[in-house]
């Protein structure tokens, strides 16, 4: 069993309940606390404005590159790309993979947001997209589906992303169905014994 952290940053920074700089000594504590793979700027919002998502890139993805991690935006293909992201995280339409294939550099992260269709996920990998995501991060969504993490392992080269973890037991039983990556949001940030410790425990526990 071997899976690698994927972080996501709060949905509450780009709504305007939590400001950049309350949340960066907890980005900068998890990144400092082992192996993270990857962050992405969660944008799904209406309140997600271009100058407030160039303004976080700005903050954000040089400090996330920094730590060797690879820093990722959902959606905003032109912040993303003008700034020097890593890549984009869209979702699984295929339509969606290819518009961002086609409009970002050459070596670029595409990755698609698939919730819990291996349909979609296999469409998103024919468009191009370098990891699919099943479940989904939002406070209501679906934890992924662990028989569908399984059949992806067996049958699939692209690199899987588990999503909705809504504590680290399912952290684990996630990685252990085969998923590449987990992808965690509120289950770092809000942890009373603070986020560096929730990553030290996932390398210790989840990790290489």
Request: charged share 20%.
């Amino acid at each position: 069993m071997s899976s690698r952290l994927y972080l996501a940053t709060p949905l509450a920074l780009v709504e305007g309940t939590l400001s950049a700089a309350d949340f960066l000594p907890q980005l900068e504590a998890a990144l400092a606390g082992g192996d993270i793979a990857a962050v992405l700027l969660r944008c799904d919002s209406p309140k997600a404005t271009k100058p407030l998502v160039s303004d976080l890139i700005a903050l954000f993805c040089p400090l996330v590159q920094k730590h060797d991690g690879a820093f990722l935006v959902e959606g905003f293909l032109e912040e993303a790309q003008a700034a020097g992201c890593d890549g984009v995280q869209v979702s699984g339409d295929g339509k969606a993979v290819q518009k961002a294939r086609d409009f970002l550099d050459d070596g670029a992260i595409v990755g698609a947001a698939c919730g819990g269709s291996r349909h979609d996920a296999m469409v998103a990998g024919e468009s191009g997209a370098d990891y699919v995501v099943f479940g989904d991060l939002s406070a209501d969504g679906q934890t992924a589906e662990a028989e569908t993490l399984a059949w992806w392992q067996e049958t699939m080269l692209l690199p899987s992303v588990a999503a909705g973890a809504h504590n680290l037991q399912d952290a684990e039983r996630l990685a252990q169905a085969g998923a590449d990556f987990i992808l965690l949001g509120e289950v770092v940030w809000d942890d009373p014994d603070g986020p560096a410790s929730v990553v030290a425990w996932f390398e210790r526990q989840l990790g290489e």
